[in-house]
C-alpha cells in the first residue's frame, strides 16, 4: 500500500499527494482497430489531470478503462497502491470512483432529487423492508443522505430545479445535476467526460469555477477530458496529449504548449 | 323500428336500461377478468421497463408457477409451503434466465433478445410437459384458504352474483399493485430498478449492478406470474392452454402503454370490461366468439392514433 512517490506543490499552492491511479502501458483494440496504444501515466491525490486530444484520439476510450466500461488488452491499472484486477463498473463505482458522460446520461424519468439521491445508492444499507414502511433506521438513513445531496445541490447552485424532472431542463443545467450525482457518490477519483462541451462562455465559466471548487473544498481528485486546449490550460495542474490512441505528451499545461508534436497535432502538418 | 343503426346505437343501451342487474354483473365480471389481464400486463411491463425485453415467456411463466404449485401440492406438500417453494424456483428461474440468457447477450439487438424469451418459452413448455404432464390441473383453491363461495346483492329488485373467488382475486391484484407500486417509488432496490430503467451505462456508473436488477426484475416478474396463475387457475382450471390469455396483454399493453405500471392496470380493466360490454350487448350482431378479437380491434385502432398508449412516454425525435 505504500506509495514512495513525492508529491509536488502547484503554482498557486495546492499539495499534491503521491500516485492515487497509475495507467502502465494500457493498449485497448476494438478487433482489429486500436484505440489506445501503450499510453501510461498517473493521477496524484488532489490533482486536477486533463486528458486532452482531437477528435477520436482515444480520450473517452481512456476514461472508460478507468471507470471500468472498456477493458484493456495489455497493461495494467493501478488504484491506491494495488493493481486493480479487471472488474465491471459497478465495483469501480464502489472503490470510489464516479462520473459524468460527454453526451449526458441522467435518469430522463427523475428529478433532480431523485437523480442525486441515486448517488448514495451504495451507502444505503437498510433492509428495504424498513426502506418500505419509512420507519425506523431506514427513515434517520434516508434523511441523512438526503441531507447530503441538499447540500451539494446548494453546493452548485441548482436548489431552484431541484423538483423539475431532469428531461426538461436545459443542456448546461443537466450537465450540473450529472456532476451533482457523481458529487453525491463522494467520489475519491471523479472523472469528468468533456465537462464543457456544447457550453457557451458563460456556462463554460460557471463550470471551470464549479470544477475548482470541488477540487478545492471536498478534495477530490479530478480527471478531465477536453478537445478544447483553452479550457484546460487555466483549469489542470498537469495535462496529457493522445493523439490517434498515442501519447504525445505528458506534463504541466506550459509545458505541454509548448510541445512541437502537441503544436502539429492541434494545427496539422504536411507529412 | 329497426335496422342497422338502432341495433348499434340505441337497442344496446335500452337494454342496459331496462336490465340495471345484469349491466352491473356484466360491468363486475369484465372488472374481474381486466384485473387479471393487468397482472399479466404488469408482468411484461416490468421486464420491459428494467430491460426493454418484450418477454414472450410471460405467458408461460404463469402456467409453470402454477403447476409447480399444484404439483408440489400433489407430492404432499402442505399447500402454503408450496407457495414459498415455488416462490424459490420463480427465484432460481429468474437467476438463471439473468445468468445463461440475458448476461451473454447484453447490448444485442431487441429482437435478439425477444428471440431468446421465445427460446425460454419452448423450454418451459417442454420442461413443463415433461414434469407435471400435459393433462389439465385444478388449482388448490381451499387449501389456500382462497373463499370459493359467492354473494347475492339485491339492488331494487335484481340480482348480482359476485363469486367470493372474484372479489379475492381483485383484492389480492389490487394489494400487490400497491405493494409494487411503494416498493419502487420508497426503496433502495426500487430507485436503482428505475435507474436502470432510464440509463444503463448511468445506473453502472453510480454503482448499480444491472445483473443482480435484472434478477430481481425477472423474479418480480415471477411472483406477479404466480399470483396470476393462482387467480387464473382458481377461476377455471391450470393448463398449458392458460399462456393464450397471456397474449391478451398484448392489448393491453398497447393500450396503457410498455412502460406504464399504472398504464398497465387501465390498460387491463378497458380491455376486461370493454370486451364484455361489447360480448353481451353488441356481439349477436357479430354472431359468436367477440372475446377473442375485440382487444385486438381496440389495440389496432390506439396504434393508429396513438402508438405511445395512454400513459406511455411520448415519443419525440428531436430533429
Given at each position: ?100 458522460f460527454?453526451n449526458i446520461a441522467l435518469f430522463k424519468g427523475m428529478t433532480t432529487i431523485e437523480n442525486v439521491m441515486t448517488g ?26 438526503r441531507?447530503?445531496c441538499e447540500?451539494i445541490i446548494?453546493?452548485l447552485?441548482i436548489q431552484a430545479i431541484r423538483n423539475t424532472p431532469v428531461g426538461s431542463l436545459p443542456y448546461g443545467l443537466q450537465k450540473r445535476v450529472e456532476l451533482a450525482r457523481?458529487?453525491a ?87 | ?48 421497463k ?131 407500486a411503494?416498493?419502487f417509488s420508497k426503496?433502495?432496490?426500487g430507485r436503482a430498478l428505475r435507474a436502470v430503467a432510464d440509463d444503463?451505462?448511468a445506473s453502472?456508473?453510480v ?50 402503454g410498455?412502460t406504464s405500471v399504472p398504464g ?44 405511445q398508449?395512454?400513459f406511455g412516454e411520448k415519443i419525440i425525435?428531436r430533429?
Amino acid at each position: 500500500m505504500k506509495d514512495t512517490t513525492q508529491g509536488y506543490v502547484t503554482e498557486d499552492g495546492r499539495h499534491i499527494g503521491g500516485v492515487m491511479m497509475e495507467m502502465k502501458n494500457i493498449t485497448l483494440r476494438f478487433g482489429g482497430v486500436v484505440a489506445i496504444t501503450d499510453v501510461s501515466f498517473d493521477i496524484r491525490e488532489g490533482e486536477i489531470r486533463a486528458i486532452i486530444g482531437p477528435n477520436g484520439a482515444g480520450k473517452s476510450s481512456m476514461l472508460n478503462v478507468i471507470n471500468g466500461f472498456y477493458h484493456p488488452q495489455e497493461g495494467e491499472v493501478w488504484f491506491r497502491g494495488k493493481k486493480r484486477p479487471s472488474m465491471p463498473p459497478y465495483e469501480i463505482a464502489e472503490q470510489g470512483i464516479a462520473r459524468t458522460f460527454q453526451n449526458i446520461a441522467l435518469f430522463k424519468g427523475m428529478t433532480t432529487i431523485e437523480n442525486v439521491m441515486t448517488g448514495r445508492q451504495l451507502m444505503m444499507k437498510k433492509n428495504f423492508f424498513w426502506q418500505l414502511l419509512r420507519l425506523g433506521p431506514a427513515l434517520d438513513e434516508e434523511v441523512k443522505h438526503r441531507r447530503r445531496c441538499e447540500e451539494i445541490i446548494d453546493f452548485l447552485e441548482i436548489q431552484a430545479i431541484r423538483n423539475t424532472p431532469v428531461g426538461s431542463l436545459p443542456y448546461g443545467l443537466q450537465k450540473r445535476v450529472e456532476l451533482a450525482r457523481a458529487l453525491a457518490m463522494e467520489p475519491k477519483l471523479l472523472l469528468l467526460d468533456e465537462p464543457m462541451a456544447g457550453m457557451n462562455v458563460e456556462e463554460k465559466e460557471d463550470m471551470s469555477r464549479f470544477i475548482l471548487d470541488v477540487n478545492d473544498q471536498y478534495g477530490t481528485t479530478i480527471a478531465l477530458i477536453e478537445h478544447d486546449m483553452s479550457v484546460v490550460m487555466d483549469l489542470a495542474d498537469r495535462v496529457v496529449v493522445l493523439d490517434y490512441g498515442k501519447q504525445l505528451a505528458d506534463g504541466t499545461p506550459d509545458e505541454v504548449q509548448k510541445n512541437q508534436a502537441v503544436i502539429d497535432a492541434y494545427l496539422g502538418v504536411e507529412h | 323500428m329497426s335496422g342497422i343503426f338502432y341495433d348499434v346505437l340505441a337497442d344496446p343501451f335500452l337494454q342496459m336500461w331496462q336490465m340495471p342487474d345484469f349491466f352491473i354483473q356484466v360491468l363486475w365480471e369484465g372488472f374481474v377478468s381486466g384485473i387479471l389481464y393487468a397482472l399479466i400486463a404488469l408482468g411484461f411491463v416490468l421486464i420491459f421497463k428494467a430491460s426493454g425485453i418484450f418477454n414472450f415467456a410471460q405467458g408461460i411463466m404463469v402456467v409453470f408457477s402454477g403447476l409447480t404449485l399444484v404439483g408440489l401440492h400433489a407430492l404432499g406438500v402442505p399447500a402454503f409451503v408450496a407457495l414459498i417453494i415455488t416462490l424459490g424456483v420463480m427465484y432460481v428461474l429468474a437467476y438463471l434466465v439473468e445468468r445463461l440468457v440475458l448476461r451473454n447477450l447484453v447490448n444485442q439487438p431487441d429482437i435478439i433478445l425477444f428471440m431468446a424469451t421465445i427460446g425460454l418459452t419452448n423450454i418451459l413448455i417442454g420442461g413443463g410437459q415433461w414434469i407435471f404432464g400435459g393433462e389439465t390441473k385444478s388449482m388448490i383453491t381451499a387449501e389456500l384458504m382462497i373463499p370459493t363461495g359467492s354473494s347475492v346483492w339485491e339492488p331494487g329488485g335484481g340480482i348480482v352474483i359476485f363469486q367470493h373467488i372474484d372479489i379475492a382475486a381483485a383484492l389480492i391484484a389490487a394489494m400487490l399493485i400497491v405493494g409494487l407500486a411503494l416498493f419502487f417509488s420508497k426503496t433502495k432496490v426500487g430507485r436503482a430498478l428505475r435507474a436502470v430503467a432510464d440509463d444503463h451505462q448511468a445506473s453502472l456508473s453510480v454503482g448499480i449492478s444491472l445483473n443482480q436488477i435484472w434478477v430481481i426484475t425477472w423474479f418480480a416478474a415471477g411472483i406477479v406470474a404466480l399470483v396470476a396463475g393462482i387467480m387464473w387457475g382458481a377461476r377455471s382450471d391450470v393448463s398449458f392452454s392458460l399462456q393464450i390469455i397471456a397474449l391478451k396483454a398484448l392489448p393491453v399493453l398497447v393500450l396503457g402503454g410498455f412502460t406504464s405500471v399504472p398504464g398497465a392496470i387501465v390498460g387491463g380493466l378497458i380491455i376486461g370490461i370493454g370486451e364484455k360490454l361489447f360480448e353481451i350487448y353488441w356481439g349477436p350482431l357479430f354472431g359468436s366468439g367477440v372475446e377473442g378479437w375485440f382487444a385486438y380491434v381496440i389495440a389496432l385502432v390506439f396504434l393508429l392514433f396513438r402508438p405511445q398508449g395512454l400513459f406511455g412516454e411520448k415519443i419525440i425525435e428531436r430533429v
